[in-house]
């Protein structure tokens, strides 16, 4: 019973006796469960290698999956524009679950509309929806743009969004010159990362496609950035610091930076920063376009490439020491500016700190999920380390990813005894944690369950996570983090060795018994 | 701020429709109003339960949502499989905080995410394979499950899928109940078609599984109907029950087990929280098993003592005796709680817009702290709702449906209350203005909110975020200057 | 023609629910009240008026029927 100076929330409320004793008779006299052996050897049983056997067979079911459909990644892709309202053509649940999504992430506001499809839209198609949808849109919202991406209703019934935006003008519901772009983003083909990709194509196609005339590569001497599906808040404004320190004239195309991260200071700012329209028309004359994820990006490259005639540097993502030290030179190369003192000063604060920490990493065997740049972005990092990473799980996984990520691990002898497991889920990630234990799970806020069942086997079997990635829920701010350039680095071996120092306490701390190596200094 | 009158309550309703188009405006002006006690039938004065305008910011969900989400996802013994594209499923896992005491994995699987994640063959060549085939993967991984239970996703109803056969054939081969569940995301207009339809599949697939089973009843058997268990509510509630002498043998849905709700057709009264999500079947109940039901509320200890003494009405002495003993046995702990926090909160206003009891049901634990609701909305509700919230409300107090960002934030603007109550997708923008806000779906990562013991919560939940000294923040001291000597200069 | 339940409401009255309409409400007249003959037209206390075809009186409530809008007021 609670008592007003010691009021109890769930934890440890339903710990108490009265609570455990209800529990426990719930259990026993309604739920007709099974018995306490059964369930024991059944758990016992899922942590074998038979079970894994028969998990991995399985071909129509996806269990935990570490990703998530398009309209997502292409919501996110507009937000990146200077006042654009995302708008998306399609059941109206879906744009809630995708704000949700962003604002347990961000914790953030998160400003999309829908058109709101219902039975009769899948009947007679949602075109009628798009035209009030847009009317409304244009009248409320004070946007200088709205991107408009698709959910799978839409998909399947084959909505014609060009030709509905196009009627939108003709029939006067929205002005005729209003910027439109879109971009059809079915929720069963790839994943949010294509979202992104075919939302930015959508974008600067609009933008670009019919005014290439009189545009010249190189002649605004700037250098275009292509962030792709990117959570963390810190990488936007790293890169841009780099570029600034190095004196270079960049664009960056698509920049939420400033739209996640609002001052709460009495007013609510639906849209703040972001790329300007005048800045996407000015791209193609840029020099080129680096794209930090450069595997996610096969469509958006095409476009850049076909079309403003740029031609891509073949480069990784900007993670770690040497991919950075990449990255920088081949913006020295492209610009002719130098890198600078205060960067090469960066990379030696960097490669110090490894020195540092080298000692509690070396060794360590860690297990990855999430996206595939950011794993090989990780993996980079780990190899720098002399950490082994043991298995990978790309849910959203390509064959450009699998190449990549072969020729990387094969580079270095803490990488060659690593798995790569494309298209699995994170139960097949639970299995492999029980039959080949890492040290560490490094992935999103996805990863904790498996924390949770490795422990239930038994403390000596308990697989840690280490929260980088997307989404992160469960842990407040990190996503104002940097995982790219030599500061990314910094904020990655902070993490990963304190991890390491974190589990070594929790599993020293008990006196007169393993008190030793329960140290002071370290 | 000063009491609104009706005419200014009207007249600020007026003022934040001028921004809409025509079409918008006529129709948003019907699910807006001021409330008026002496009206009987909300039909009269407020329109629910339609389609939500396009293109503007509704914060609405689907039929998937009611359903998969609410309804069923807090079985704890059923696998919910998300059938179609593979977002619906990460999107609706874990963020309710349904409860539930079990091993997951082994017995229990409201956490884990089961999806088809439907690739675009499926689409064309349709998903019934792929079903069928899943449902035996699912066995062959999770013996111990209880049955199964497919959520459709759009596609899944536009592609001409027959889930229902598929269902009635592996049921049969694998010896276990398979319910196929309609909740498209494009039926309805909200999630309160999920609801129903989530219902329909349980009356179909699970009511009257046991009608000719024998069951050792009591004179005291209850059941708790429409308590998803967040942050352990329906503990929370259970307890009381149990405490007053009553035999609860089903939780509807949190914490809940197919088995309970095989056996709820045997009990005396069903008991039902969330109306808009499970009366439907409470009614069927009642006309198919003669079962009455009642509404009851359970946040704060005014309207639970109300709720204790309603429920005990319906049984004997005993029972009515059990009701007051634990009344009484509470008491004292809630008067401490309401001696410490409502000198902190009196007198402060509230606004509230949420799913589809909580804008009523927590009137009284407000009013219990001395707190005021000054605005209430739903995103999903009937007119049914609104006939019972006319008359929690005071009068001249706003009441809206299917609230738009834009007009919430406006009422707020021009009503500054010191506590908003609704969902994480208006949260943060409140947080940017400065105004002290309580997640009232999840409660806002605490709980739990129902019952005595989630009284105490609740009122410590509410003092911590109207009283926290971050809200004092938001203005820097060199502009508050500024703006007193602008003050000055304009005087 | 539409669903609707009747049923007991707790003042002993009897109460009309039609969920299409979200309509409930107390039956403040019912045209045939025997136990041969029930039902015909009934008045809601909202004003609004409705026909079931007359059936025995029903042994148990609530009950689903059909009904036929005659008026109704919203």
Same mark, same amino acid.
């Given at each position: 019973?609670?008592?007003?100076?010691?009021?109890?929330?769930?934890?440890?409320?339903?710990?108490?006796?009265?609570?455990?004793?209800?529990?426990?008779?719930?259990?026993?006299?309604?739920?007709?469960?099974?018995?306490?052996?059964?369930?024991?050897?059944?758990?016992?049983?899922?942590?074998?290698?038979?079970?894994?056997?028969?998990?991995?067979?399985?071909? $129509?079911?996806?269990?935990?999956?570490?990703?998530?459909?398009?309209?997502?990644?292409?919501?996110?892709?507009?937000?990146?524009?200077?006042?654009?309202?995302?708008?998306?053509?399609?059941?109206?649940?879906?744009?809630?679950?995708?704000?949700?999504?962003?604002?347990?992430?961000?914790?953030?506001?998160?400003?999309?509309?829908?058109?709101?499809?219902?039975?009769?839209?899948?009947?007679?198609?949602?075109?009628?929806?798009?035209?009030?949808?847009?009317?409304? $849109?244009?009248?409320?919202?004070?946007?200088?743009?709205?991107?408009?991406?698709?959910?799978?209703?839409?998909?399947?019934?084959?909505?014609?969004?060009?030709?509905?935006?196009?009627?939108?003008?003709?029939?006067?519901?929205?002005?005729?010159?209003?910027?439109?772009?879109? $971009?059809?983003?079915?929720?069963?083909?790839?994943?949010?990362?294509?979202?992104?990709?075919?939302?930015?194509?959508?974008?600067?196609?609009?933008?670009?496609?019919?005014?290439?005339?009189?545009?010249?590569?190189?002649?605004?001497?700037?250098?275009?950035?292509?962030?792709?599906?990117?959570?963390?808040?810190?990488?936007?404004?790293?890169?841009?610091?780099?570029?600034?320190?190095?004196?270079?004239?960049?664009?960056?195309?698509?920049?939420?930076?400033?739209?996640?991260?609002?001052?709460?200071?009495?007013?609510?700012?639906?849209?703040?920063?972001?790329?300007?329209?005048?800045?996407?028309?000015?791209?193609?004359?840029?020099?080129?376009?680096?794209?930090?994820?450069?595997?996610?990006?096969?469509?958006?490259?095409?476009?850049?490439?076909?079309?403003?005639?740029?031609?891509?540097?073949?480069?990784?993502?900007?993670?770690?020491?040497?991919?950075?030290?990449?990255?920088?030179?081949?913006?020295?190369?492209?610009?002719?500016?130098?890198?600078?003192?205060?960067?090469?000063?960066?990379?030696?604060?960097?490669?110090?700190?490894?020195?540092?920490?080298?000692?509690?990493?070396?060794?360590?065997?860690?297990?990855?999920?999430?996206?595939?740049?950011?794993?090989?972005?990780?993996?980079?990092?780990?190899?720098?380390?002399?950490?082994?990473?043991?298995?990978?799980?790309?849910?959203?996984?390509?064959?450009?990813?699998?190449? $990549?990520?072969?020729?990387?691990?094969?580079?270095?002898?803490?990488?060659?005894?690593?798995?790569?497991?494309?298209?699995?889920?994170?139960?097949?990630?639970?299995?492999?944690?029980?039959?080949?234990?890492?040290?560490?799970?490094?992935?999103?806020?996805?990863?904790?369950?498996?924390?949770?069942?490795?422990?239930?086997?038994?403390?000596?079997?308990?697989?840690?996570?280490?929260?980088?990635?997307?989404?992160?829920?469960?842990?407040?701010?990190?996503?104002?983090?940097?995982?790219?350039?030599?500061?990314?680095?910094?904020?990655?071996?902070?993490?990963?060795?304190?991890?390491?120092?974190?589990?070594?306490?929790?599993?020293?701390?008990?006196?007169?018994?393993?008190?030793?190596?329960?140290?002071?200094?370290? | 701020?000063?009491?609104?009158?009706?005419?200014?309550?009207?007249?600020?309703?007026?003022?934040?429709?001028?921004?809409?188009?025509?079409?918008?405006?006529?129709?948003?002006?019907?699910?807006?109003?001021?409330?008026?006690?002496?009206?009987?039938?909300?039909?009269?004065?407020?329109?629910?339960?339609?389609?939500?305008?396009?293109?503007?910011?509704?914060?609405?969900?689907?039929?998937?949502?009611?359903?998969?989400?609410?309804?069923?996802?807090?079985?704890?013994?059923?696998?919910?499989?998300?059938?179609?594209?593979?977002?619906?499923?990460?999107?609706?896992?874990?963020?309710?905080?349904?409860?539930?005491?079990?091993?997951?994995?082994?017995?229990?699987?409201?956490?884990?995410?089961?999806?088809?994640?439907?690739?675009?063959?499926?689409?064309?060549?349709?998903?019934?394979?792929?079903?069928?085939?899943?449902?035996?993967?699912?066995?062959?991984?999770?013996?111990?499950?209880?049955?199964?239970?497919?959520?459709?996703?759009?596609?899944?109803?536009?592609?001409?899928?027959?889930?229902?056969?598929?269902?009635?054939?592996?049921?049969?081969?694998?010896?276990?109940?398979?319910?196929?569940?309609?909740?498209?995301?494009?039926?309805?207009?909200?999630?309160?078609?999920?609801?129903?339809?989530?219902?329909?599949?349980?009356?179909?697939?699970?009511?009257?599984?046991?009608?000719?089973?024998?069951?050792?009843?009591?004179?005291?058997?209850?059941?708790?109907?429409?308590?998803?268990?967040?942050?352990?509510?329906?503990?929370?509630?259970?307890?009381?029950?149990?405490?007053?002498?009553?035999?609860?043998?089903?939780?509807?849905?949190?914490?809940?087990?197919?088995?309970?709700?095989?056996?709820?057709?045997?009990?005396?009264?069903?008991?039902?929280?969330?109306?808009?999500?499970?009366?439907?079947?409470?009614?069927?109940?009642?006309?198919?098993?003669?079962?009455?039901?009642?509404?009851?509320?359970?946040?704060?200890?005014?309207?639970?003592?109300?709720?204790?003494?309603?429920?005990?009405?319906?049984?004997?002495?005993?029972?009515?005796?059990?009701?007051?003993?634990?009344?009484?046995?509470?008491?004292?702990?809630?008067?401490?709680?309401?001696?410490?926090?409502?000198?902190?909160?009196?007198?402060?206003?509230?606004?509230?817009?949420?799913?589809?009891?909580?804008?009523?049901?927590?009137?009284?634990?407000?009013?219990?702290?001395?707190?005021?609701?000054?605005?209430?909305?739903?995103?999903?509700?009937?007119?049914?709702?609104?006939?019972?919230?006319?008359?929690?409300?005071?009068?001249?107090?706003?009441?809206?449906?299917?609230?738009?960002?834009?007009?919430?934030?406006?009422?707020?603007?021009?009503?500054?209350?010191?506590?908003?109550?609704?969902?994480?997708?208006?949260?943060?923008?409140?947080?940017?203005?400065?105004?002290?806000?309580?997640?009232?779906?999840?409660?806002?990562?605490?709980?739990?909110?129902?019952?005595?013991?989630?009284?105490?919560?609740?009122?410590?939940?509410?003092?911590?975020?109207?009283?926290?000294?971050?809200?004092?923040?938001?203005?820097?001291?060199?502009?508050?200057?500024?703006?007193?000597?602008?003050?000055?200069?304009?005087? | 023609?539409?669903?609707?339940?009747?049923?007991?409401?707790?003042?002993?009255?009897?109460?009309?629910?039609?969920?299409?309409?979200?309509?409930?409400?107390?039956?403040?007249?019912?045209?045939?009240?025997?136990?041969?003959?029930?039902?015909?037209?009934?008045?809601?206390?909202?004003?609004?008026?409705?026909?079931?075809?007359?059936?025995?009186?029903?042994?148990?409530?609530?009950?689903?029927?059909?009904?036929?809008?005659?008026?109704?007021?919203?």
């Amino acid at each position: 019973m609670q008592t007003v100076e010691d009021t109890k929330p769930c934890f440890p409320l339903f710990n108490e006796p009265e609570y455990r004793e209800l529990i426990k008779n719930k259990r026993e006299q309604f739920e007709e469960t099974i018995s306490k052996e059964k369930i024991a050897e059944t758990f016992a049983w899922t942590t074998t290698q038979e079970y894994q056997d028969l998990n991995f067979k399985r071909e $129509a079911l996806t269990i935990n999956p570490a990703k998530v459909c398009q309209p997502l990644g292409g919501a996110l892709c507009g937000m990146g524009f200077e006042k654009t309202m995302v708008y998306i053509h399609g059941s109206q649940g879906c744009v809630a679950y995708f704000r949700t999504y962003f604002n347990r992430h961000f914790k953030e506001p998160i400003a999309f509309i829908a058109d709101s499809m219902t039975e009769d839209a899948a009947v007679f198609g949602g075109q009628k929806n798009v035209h009030e949808g847009l009317q409304n $849109a244009t009248k409320l919202y004070d946007a200088k743009m709205i991107a408009v991406c698709t959910t799978c209703i839409a998909e399947v019934i084959g909505d014609d969004l060009g030709a509905f935006i196009g009627n939108a003008r003709k029939e006067g519901h929205v002005e005729k010159d209003f910027p439109i772009p879109y $971009a059809n983003t079915p929720s069963f083909v790839g994943s949010h990362i294509t979202g992104w990709d075919n939302m930015f194509e959508g974008i600067v196609s609009y933008f670009t496609q019919t005014t290439m005339d009189g545009k010249v590569v190189g002649s605004n001497k700037k250098i275009n950035i292509v962030p792709g599906f990117e959570t963390y808040l810190g990488n936007y404004r790293v890169i841009k610091r780099m570029l600034k320190e190095m004196d270079v004239d960049y664009t960056f195309l698509c920049d939420p930076e400033e739209v996640l991260d609002t001052p709460a200071n009495g007013e609510y700012q639906m849209y703040a920063g972001g790329t300007t329209i005048d800045e996407v028309k000015d791209a193609p004359n840029a020099i080129t376009t680096l794209m930090l994820q450069p595997t996610s990006l096969e469509k958006s490259k095409k476009f850049i490439e076909g079309t403003w005639n740029h031609e891509v540097p073949k480069l990784n993502i900007p993670m770690g020491v040497e991919w950075t030290d990449e990255f920088l030179m081949k913006v020295s190369e492209v610009t002719g500016k130098p890198i600078p003192e205060s960067l090469l000063k960066e990379r030696g604060r960097l490669v110090d700190m490894m020195t540092d920490s080298h000692a509690w990493l070396h060794g360590k065997k860690m297990a990855l999920f999430g996206d595939p740049d950011f794993l090989l972005g990780l993996t980079k990092v780990l190899l720098e380390l002399g950490v082994e990473p043991t298995h990978i799980v790309c849910n959203n996984s390509n064959k450009r990813w699998e190449k $990549a990520m072969k020729k990387l691990l094969e580079s270095s002898p803490y990488g060659v005894h690593a798995k790569l497991y494309p298209g699995c889920d994170l139960w097949h990630m639970r299995s492999l944690c029980f039959t080949d234990k890492p040290d560490f799970i490094v992935g999103s806020t996805y990863g904790k369950t498996i924390q949770r069942d490795t422990l239930y086997k038994g403390p000596e079997f308990e697989v840690p996570l280490i929260r980088l990635g997307f989404p992160i829920f469960d842990r407040h701010h990190l996503h104002r983090m940097t995982t790219l350039g030599y500061e990314g680095g910094m904020y990655l071996v902070t993490t990963l060795t304190n991890a390491v120092l974190e589990r070594l306490d929790e599993k020293t701390k008990f006196m007169n018994h393993t008190d030793y190596n329960f140290d002071i200094v370290r | 701020m000063t009491e609104l009158t009706r005419e200014a309550a009207q007249a600020l309703i007026e003022e934040v429709l001028e921004v809409y188009p025509e079409k918008a405006k006529k129709d948003r002006a019907k699910h807006l109003m001021v409330n008026d006690k002496t009206i009987e039938q909300s039909k009269k004065c407020i329109t629910s339960n339609r389609k939500s305008v396009p293109g503007v910011m509704t914060q609405r969900g689907c039929a998937y949502a009611g359903s998969k989400g609410v309804v069923w996802g807090p079985i704890k013994d059923i696998i919910d499989i998300s059938h179609g594209p593979v977002g619906c499923g990460a999107y609706s896992r874990g963020g309710r905080r349904n409860y539930y005491a079990g091993t997951s994995g082994v017995d229990s699987f409201c956490d884990i995410n089961f999806t088809s994640d439907f690739q675009e063959k499926d689409i064309v060549f349709g998903g019934d394979k792929k079903l069928a085939k899943l449902i035996d993967e699912l066995e062959g991984l999770f013996p111990l499950s209880k049955g199964i239970s497919v959520q459709s996703e759009c596609p899944v109803g536009l592609i001409g899928d027959d889930i229902e056969a598929v269902s009635k054939k592996k049921a049969a081969e694998i010896g276990k109940t398979i319910i196929p569940v309609r909740c498209e995301g494009f039926r309805g207009v909200s999630q309160s078609l999920g609801h129903h339809i989530a219902n329909d599949a349980v009356r179909d697939w699970i009511i009257s599984n046991r009608d000719d089973q024998a069951f050792e009843s009591t004179p005291y058997d209850v059941a708790i109907l429409g308590d998803y268990n967040i942050g352990g509510d329906a503990w929370a509630s259970r307890i009381l029950l149990e405490e007053m002498g009553l035999r609860v043998v089903a939780q509807w849905s949190g914490d809940g087990t197919l088995a309970e709700m095989e056996n709820t057709p045997k009990v005396k009264l069903n008991l039902l929280h969330c109306y808009r999500s499970m009366n439907y079947i409470a009614r069927h109940m009642e006309e198919k098993y003669g079962i009455p039901w009642l509404e009851y509320n359970f946040f704060g200890p005014s309207k639970i003592a109300e709720s204790l003494r309603d429920i005990a009405s319906h049984f004997d002495d005993t029972i009515k005796e059990g009701a007051e003993r634990v009344i009484e046995k509470y008491t004292p702990a809630m008067n401490a709680i309401i001696a410490k926090y409502k000198p902190r909160l009196q007198g402060k206003k509230v606004m509230l817009y949420v799913g589809g009891l909580r804008p009523r049901h927590t009137i009284g634990a407000y009013e219990d702290l001395g707190m005021e609701v000054i605005g209430a909305g739903y995103e999903f509700a009937h007119n049914d709702d609104y006939d019972r919230t006319m008359k929690e409300m005071k009068d001249a107090t706003l009441i809206y449906d299917d609230v738009t960002g834009y007009e919430f934030e406006e009422f707020v603007r021009k009503l500054k209350p010191d506590l908003i109550g609704s969902g994480i997708k208006e949260k943060y923008a409140f947080h940017k203005m400065g105004v002290p806000f309580r997640q009232l779906h999840s409660w806002d990562y605490s709980g739990p909110y129902h019952g005595f013991d989630g009284f105490a919560v609740f009122a410590r939940d509410m003092d911590m975020t109207v009283n926290n000294p971050c809200w004092g923040m938001l203005k820097a001291p060199w502009l508050k200057e500024e703006a007193s000597a602008d003050d000055l200069k304009a005087a | 023609m539409a669903n609707i339940m009747v049923r007991k409401a707790a003042d002993g009255g009897l109460s009309f629910y039609l969920p299409k309409r979200d309509i409930e409400d107390r039956i403040t007249s019912i045209e045939f009240d025997t136990p041969e003959k029930w039902g015909g037209e009934i008045r809601l206390g909202n004003g609004g008026v409705y026909f079931i075809d007359p059936i025995p009186a029903p042994a148990r409530l609530p009950i689903s029927l059909r009904a036929r809008r005659v008026d109704c007021v919203e």
